[in-house]
């Protein structure tokens, strides 16, 4: 019976150098592109409201303030400059700018000493802020990736694979989205491979990963393109094709059947970019030149006798032209006997030389093989034909020696980091990314000799540079949506005073609301967070056998925009958890980048919680970003989970690009009230250097217990649509909203239900409808976590 491909496959993938047909392993170098900017995302001109609006107009207002402050404190310090110098500037002042000085005197007889003081405090606060934006920006992005959860081992990412594959039925949609719709023809190999490496290893890059997890790598690249092949062209049913099967076999057919995926009709295969992948053709070139001139010196020492002294021998071939048949033929002497012997073995030279340069089988080799037979004679002759030997010589020798130091740095950080992946638990975030940027340094050197040996063969030459053959042409990989290493982006200052009036608006209030309803606040570990011990009811004499509600806000200004939901939450007489994550409520700035919490201490703080109250188990509600603590409980403290519900969750089709390119590369709309959101700095570091996609990711294996789950129609950020697809390829009923809630849930451990034409978050803007609608589901699922729990005792 064949193996069922949804189910995990072995934790460690198979050994590939061990098959016949598979080279080995090779460590590749990832670039960033620099060259050009970060694409932009078009907006929806639909939902576009723009700067016309009245929103927009405020905010533009309050960007203003920032200028007239420091235009302000400019006139008050020209002020005292006059009063200071009353002979010189002010008289001066009052004859060529008399409108100027009349602004001077106005602000000596109505000014006030607390407006210059708060016009101070805002030009601080200004520049505060930008400097705190500067450092961010300065932050090692993946210091700040790797500190935000710790690295996955082979299985759980083998896992997270399955799962991402079996629930993604539009592969090549999947690539070309990351990749800022790019055609596929355009995506080569490399970029794939980056990408996989970017994505699925922590944002390491393709040099920063251990042989272990190249090998996977390699895995996951060939698996894409056979689905890949099979979404294009479909499965084939002779499995007998013999063109196609010795096509899989030279690609280790063993590894791809592992999934039990079936034999497409056509293989597809992405472009390989041999520059990219190995980018060492003239520094081989100058290494090989110089290696050849050493054997010459060592041929010709070892003839004294016969011919000349030493001294001479050198002499000789540091003269020479260093044509290889004319040079040997100078070494050797002038017998015809003698040329001969000397040319074939400048022939045999020529293909050590070549194969030294160029591997056997390789893509180069190919794309040589390729070329014109004009064009190759053209680089050989122009090589051949330099007559200052020793500049190349002087050249070959740098680079050698310069490459032999740089490799052996390389190997000797190659070794560290296998022993620090090994122990990646045990070893600082901070310790770790310092290894691979000496790594990516490395790196960098060794490509930056191979761009000096290219300019050095252009100049010798006089080969121009744009007639090289375009394989040996450096070709900048493809730019995807690399949120986590890409510069922080849309990111605005606000006045100091209009901060304090949000705090002041939202805490204060927030404070004072939660007393009134018997709610107090509490701090366990790094989380604060409001506790209602609920009520009592005729039904139940103890108050502890009630289910507890836990529920967690997103993005935005805090849970004081939740306040209907918890109300009627309270009427329900459980014992309610509000937890605060104040590194997504806006308007925070004093918040550290460190503050941002990991899974682990997400789910140990939460546990504590809850038994800190006497219970074990609670119903988790939470919206948007709420929902990936909700991931962290599901999937790594399920005893602490009898219950879900998820309120416009991003947890779910994580790895879809709908996300990162609607919050991080599409621009924030000005004329709604989320731009300050959206703008927010704290939000926007939290969202691109602290959000560990793959330990949010959640799929329905993950979930056993009573679920419900809510979308939102026209949802900007989360791909609503993908979601329900999902969802239906696993039976899940989705109902659309129509005011109420069934008390059973048609008998489905998991539901959805979908706001009709509304978007991320609008379900708190109508309250009156929707919040009843949650209220009762959360309830119902309460209840029947309850009688779950019964039934397991």
Known sequence: MPRDPLKHTSATPPSRS?????????QYFSRRDRSRGIPEIPVDAESWVGIYSGWALLWGCLFLLIPVCYVYIALTLLRQLCFAFPDSLYASIQTHLPSLANIVNALEQHSSRAVEFWCWIEGIFYIGCKWHVRWLQTRDPLEASLSAAPMMDLSERQELWNFMMESERDIVGF??????????????????????AWSLFETRHQEHLSTSELEQLEAFVDEIQVRISLELYGEDSDEDSVSVQLDFERRDDMEIWQHNLPRPTKQFEFSEESNIEEPNFFSNLYETYRTRYDQMVRTGENMVPTFHTVQEIRN?????????VQDLRNMVGNTAQRFAEAEEHAKATGRQVYETLVPTGSSIDKQLSAMSRATYTQLTEAWNSVKNISERLETARFLSKQRQRLRQQLKGYRVMLNRMLEKSSAVPSKQMASLMRQITECNQAMEHLESRAQNAFVQATGFAQRTLPSFLQRKEPQHFAKYSSDPLLGIATYPLGFHLLILGGTEIPLRILMAKRGFTRNVCGAVSYYFHPGSSTDDDDELGEKMPIAFVHG??????????LI?????????????????????????????????????????AILATHGFMLATWVGHSYGTSWLSYMCKYAPNAVAALLFLDPVCFCLHLPRLTKSFVYTRADPGTISYLVRTDIM??????????????????????????????ERDALVPSNKIAEYLRSKDIPIREFQGHAPDDFDGASINCTVFLGVGHGDWTENTVLTVPDIANSVEVLCRRAELLHEKSQ
């Not at 061990?18 to 090779?26: K, L």
């Open 316 to 324: 000789l071939v540091a003269n020479a032209d260093f044509h290889p």
């Open 555 to 564: 993005i935005g200004i805090g849970l004081i925009a939740y306040m209907p």
């Open 18 to 26: 061990a098959h016949p047909y598979r080279s080995p392993v090779r």
């Open 175 to 196: 690539l070309r989205g990351w990749f800022f719709d790019q055609p596929l023809e355009n995506i080569s190999k490399y970029d794939v491979r980056d990408f996989a």
């Open 567 to 607: 109300d009627r939450l309270l009427a329900t007489g459980r014992p309610i958890i509000l937890p605060e994550i104040p590194y997504v409520s806006a308007f925070r700035p004093w918040q550290s980048p460190n503050a941002v919490l990991q899974p682990a201490v997400v789910t140990s703080t939460m546990t």
């Open 683 to 712: 939000t926007n570091w939290t969202v691109q250097r602290s959000f560990p996609w793959a330990w949010i990711d959640l799929f329905v294996e993950h979930i056993e217990v009573p679920c419900s789950i809510y979308l939102s």
